[in-house]
């Protein structure tokens, strides 16, 4: 069962990517269960967050290549 920590860290890498709704039915839940096959945050162990995390770490990179003015 995920911590109050990782909990609160995947909420705020899922709300920097503004994929996080009022429910479980927003990109977030849908991104954790195509990951984990779980619909809850709360539901992950240590392995499933740490993929969860890693997932939405890199789609903040791509989102910052893709956003960053050209020199």
């Known amino acids: 069962m995920a911590t109050k920590e990782q909990i609160k860290r ?3 890498l899922g709300a920097g990517l503004g994929i ?3 429910d479980k039915d927003d990109m977030l839940h849908e991104l954790i269960f195509s990951i984990t096959g779980k619909d809850s945050v709360k539901q ?5 967050f740490k993929a969860v995390q890693a997932e939405l770490i890199n789609r903040m990179k791509l989102c910052l290549l893709y956003t960053s003015p050209s020199p």
């Open 10 to 12: 995947i909420y705020g």
């Open 20 to 22: 996080v709704g009022k």
């Open 44 to 48: 992950l162990d240590d392995s499933e």
